[in-house]
Nanobody, 120 residues
Framework: QVQLVESGGGSVQAGDSLTLSCEASGAILKFRINRMAWYRQAPGDRRELVASRPREGTTFTYPDYVKGRFTASTDNAKNTLYLQMNDLEPTDTARYYC???????????WGQGTQVTVSP
């Protein structure tokens, strides 16, 4: 069963904004959530971190290449993790994945990804 589903991707122009969503469902909701994160992977490249909440009760942190433009948040009532992306750049073009690590098993869950394409 699909447990994490990303949505909200699309094709935009540089300077535009997008909000990505990652909705959790199924058995994952029965676990205590440890780490939450967003990653992205461009074609032919490795997966790279764009937002991370190390553990419950902490805040999200961001690498320099998205800091000030990307903001991650959660809506517990909707079981959803968000990634607000502002001032998008062509270098942001990638497939974006949400990731959750459950506790105490530390089992890792990934979504299928959602494509973001930013044109100049």
């Amino acid at each position: 069963q699909v447990q994490l589903v990303e949505s909200g991707g699309g094709s935009v122009q540089a300077g535009d904004s997008l909000t990505l969503s990652c909705e959790a469902s199924g058995a994952i909701l029965k676990f205590r959530i440890n780490r939450m994160a967003w990653y992205r992977q461009a074609p032919g490249d490795r997966r790279e971190l764009v937002a991370s909440r190390p553990r419950e009760g902490t805040t999200f942190t961001y690498p320099d290449y998205v800091k000030g433009r990307f903001t991650a948040s959660t809506d517990n009532a909707k079981n959803t993790l968000y990634l607000q992306m502002n001032d998008l750049e062509p270098t942001d073009t990638a497939r974006y994945y949400c990731m959750i690590i459950a506790a105490p098993s530390l089992e890792t869950f990934w979504g299928q990804g959602t494509q973001v394409t930013v044109s100049p």
